[in-house]
């Protein structure tokens, strides 16, 4: 029982983490929009409009989803193309990473082996990127952050890399355990809850997908998202998500 009201008060912070990412996202673009960092036309902040838009509209995803899973409903499992889904995950960070003087860049394939369609449920995956490449930018001072699709043979590969501070080698087994915050955290001036990889963990254990990490420290870190091929050429669950994985280390073979 008290491992249940744990888990259930770990789940809730996770949310709260997850939609103040969102919300704080939002309101760098307007304090930017206010400023006319973006110039003053509406052609010239329309794009910029656009991602403040869908960066609210998570937040109140985010929400919804929760008071579902609350409900006990069955989460919704769907179809959907991850070439354009990260170009929206794209175009929302990019006022962000701008913010903090980083470029972000999003880098494809001219074509791919098996296609680039998933098959899970698009709120969970959306906050394990977002997850991913909102800590890219906390962590890296100056540089940039890259977001690519592509093949590894048959399988379909995301990675998010930057050229920020790294992990410590000491460190990587540490850093999906909820909660926890690299030693460097205060030293940097990042504020967090140690959350935000753990959520990632817990989406990608879900959808039966891998993570690996590489990171130097000083240089930067690159995590990779592998979706592994399936016969039917759609990435991602079969037709039902995986339950919550009890062990951390199931997603992730350091």
Aim: charged share 20%; net charge negative; hydrophobic share 40%.
């Amino acid at each position: 029982m008290q491992q249940e009201v744990l888990s259930k008060q770990l789940d809730l912070s996770a949310l709260l983490h997850d939609v103040s990412n969102s919300f704080k996202g939002a309101s760098l673009i307007v304090n930017q929009l206010i400023d006319g960092a973006y110039g003053y036309s509406l052609e010239e902040i329309r794009p910029f409009l656009i991602a403040l838009r869908d960066t609210n509209d998570r937040g109140m995803s985010l929400v919804e989803a929760n008071r579902v899973s609350q409900e006990a409903k069955p989460v919704t499992v769907a179809q959907f193309d991850m070439l354009s889904f990260l170009q929206t995950t794209y175009s929302l960070f990019k006022p962000i990473a701008q913010y903090h003087s980083l470029n972000l860049h999003y880098e494809t394939q001219s074509s791919y082996k098996h296609g680039t369609q998933v098959r899970g449920d698009s709120i969970s995956i959306d906050r394990m990127l977002c997850n991913f490449v909102t800590n890219a930018i906390k962590y890296t001072l100056a540089g940039d952050i890259f977001l690519r699709l592509l093949n590894q043979e048959d399988d379909l590969a995301i990675e998010i890399e930057d050229t920020g501070c790294g992990i410590a080698a000491e460190q990587l087994s540490n850093i999906f355990i909820p909660l926890w915050r690299a030693p460097n955290s205060n030293l940097l001036h990042q504020s967090g809850m140690g959350l935000g990889l753990y959520i990632a963990l817990c989406v990608a254990h879900a959808h039966g997908l891998k993570i690996s990490v590489n990171s130097v420290a000083k240089q930067g870190t690159k995590f990779t998202i592998i979706f592994p091929y399936k016969d039917d050429g759609i990435y991602g669950v079969d037709g039902r998500m995986l339950p919550k994985s009890q062990r951390l280390q199931d997603a992730l073979p350091i």
